[in-house]
């Protein structure tokens, strides 16, 4: 874990960007910024954060107008490395699919911006750092940050490189979660808006997914109340424990028995024993295993809380149609068959709120059998229906081919 | 509901239902197909237009032309749109492929303060041939389906149709009827109008 500290806080204020480079076409730039004591961050839950520091990468050239801004939003174990190699893992972006060349977020065309969100562990302030106070890591001193706190933190961000109006925001999950809520926040800014496999709330099903891995991570002996970077320690069994619930929950039943079946893991039979027997269970432990290298465990309670949090229309007086109130953005809203998690239901709920605020929605539910994580996949039906309404999108805003 | 019904000669019912949107209205067109109608209503009319269609095809071709278009049924996904929402419901050629016709008008009335609807007419006088004849289904120009794969699940003639807007609150403020490839403004749908007519467009409004 310690090694993910050192590595993930690349050199402070060096200029715009510490780093440039190309990588499979596309221009890469990587940069931190620190916002000192004049500049703190807002949070909803009275506390003002500073100093703080954003992580964040940005793909293609930005145009003379600064009028072809895409802000792509990452969900909850996600990163600014969306199209990039991932420096710690060496492993592709999390969102190669979508965003390059001639992909439907087109890095020739497009200036996108993926920032490491606040409460996050790839070197964006989170419960990792250094408390100015304390002089020691903050653990659970960190504040409590929401989905709100988050976008408010990119807008700063968005302020400092002199960027007003976004061409068009994404983002899926919880990425999905801050669309909305740039969306409402900041309407004037956001000319389209895609929220992908997402909801306005989060579900009480979802909320107790949450809560199992959360006391996974604080049931490990290790995790010492949150204060295991101190004690030199490291729950990474209890975060491990955390990031096996949780992907079962990314997937689907039909995905699971498609992939995995019953299937023996270098076995003939079975072993009347608690080894994993089964490629299902050797597959979930490898994903934990190789989550808690490249996590934060303080990082996973904080993130995971926030969408907890997450009720876009607590804030509009339980009505989640006057969020949108009077709002000029474009919306394509995406949901996906085998999504049980945010399901088809959840992001009707938007569109139903959209409708009700007579924005302009457009609404697909793709079909498919992978679930929640078919927003990260190989989806052609997907990729169809962004290409089409991206490029219809900066036709109506002037943005050249 | 089919995303596409039966109908093959849609260019004259497009243009027929254009004549009758107010320029700059708010229109839903319900079963919206590949935008084509929303488009001729953009471009003609200036309206501000939104769709509901239930095929992927459809709706990946609206959104690709820079519609806003959501996918749904028209049976189950209008309770999604609030009251007086739109200037214009639109149901083109689709009445007759959805399952409860009665409470898709029905919803449109609640969402639009006019309804458009166009739809084949089965009192036609071809089609009571065939059947009087042949003894067969009827298949037609506007309904060329055999029995057992047709989507038009719910066919009806105008003055069924005229009876069950009567019945739900809605007066016709508008008729048009085509025969053969010429379209006829009709004052009431009556019993010649009901002989005569391959298809319809009413214009609907509620009954004060």
Known sequence: ?401 | MSGTSGHVDGRIDLDLIAEMIAPGSRVLDVGCGDGDLLALLQSKKNVDGRGVELSQEGVNASVTRGLAVVQGDADTDLADYPDDAFDYVILSQTIQATRNPKEVLRAMKRIGRRVVVSFPNFGNWRVRLKLLFDGRMPETRSLGHSWYDTPNIHLCTLLDFAALCDDLGLDIEDAVILTGDKARRISNPGTLANLFASDAVFLLSRRN
């Not at chain 1, 490395?81 to 439907?104: E, R, V």
């Open chain 1, 1 to 401: 874990m310690n090694t993910i500290g050192k590595a993930g806080r690349p050199g402070g204020d060096s200029g715009p960007y510490s780093t440039e480079f190309e990588e499979a076409g596309i221009r890469v730039r990587r940069a931190s910024v620190t916002f000192g004591p004049g500049e703190p961050l807002a949070l909803d839950s009275g506390v003002e954060l500073s100093p703080f520091t954003i992580s964040y990468e940005t793909y293609g050239e930005l145009d003379a107008a600064k009028s072809n801004v895409v802000l792509v939003c990452h969900a909850l174990t996600g990163d600014q490395y969306a199209a990039s190699t991932q420096p710690h893992t060496g492993k592709p972006g999390w969102w190669t699919s979508m965003i390059g060349p001639g992909k439907p977020i087109d890095t020739d065309r497009f200036f996108v911006i993926c920032q490491n969100v606040i409460g996050g562990c790839m070197g964006t302030t989170g419960p990792r750092d250094v408390a100015p106070s304390t002089g020691r890591p903050y653990g659970l001193d960190f504040p409590v940050i929401t989905i709100a706190d988050m976008v408010r933190a990119q807008a700063m961000l968005l302020d400092k490189l002199g960027i007003g109006e976004i061409f068009c925001v994404i983002g899926g999950s919880m990425g999905g979660m801050q669309v909305l809520q740039w969306a409402a926040a900041y309407p004037d800014r956001v000319f389209s808006a895609i929220p992908i496999a997402t909801a306005a709330r989060h579900s009480a099903q979802n909320i107790a997914f949450h809560e199992v891995g959360r006391q996974a991570i604080m049931a490990d002996p290790e995790w010492k109340q949150g204060a295991y970077l101190a004690h030199g320690t490291n729950p990474a069994k209890g975060l491990a424990v955390a990031r096996m619930a949780a992907h079962i929950t990314y997937l689907s039943e039909a995905a699971l028995h498609r992939k995995f079946g019953r299937n023996l893991q270098d076995r003939d039979s079975i072993t009347y024993g608690f080894d994993a027997d089964f490629q299902i269970e050797s597959y979930l432990r490898h994903q934990g295993s190789t989550f808690v290298d490249r996590f934060d465990a303080n990082s996973y309670l904080y993130i995971t809380r926030a969408m907890d949090y997450f009720d876009l229309a607590d804030d509009f007086g339980g009505v989640l149609a006057n969020a949108f109130k009077g709002t000029k953005s474009r919306f394509c809203v995406v949901s996906f068959t085998s999504d049980w998690l945010f399901p088809t239901s959840d992001n009707r709920q938007i569109v139903h709120a959209l409708n009700a605020a007579a924005a302009k929605v457009s609404f697909v539910e793709i079909k498919t059998d992978k679930g929640h994580d078919a927003f990260l996949l190989d989806e052609p039906e997907m990729f169809a229906t962004l290409r089409g309404f991206i490029g219809s999108a900066a036709r109506a805003k002037g943005i050249g081919a």
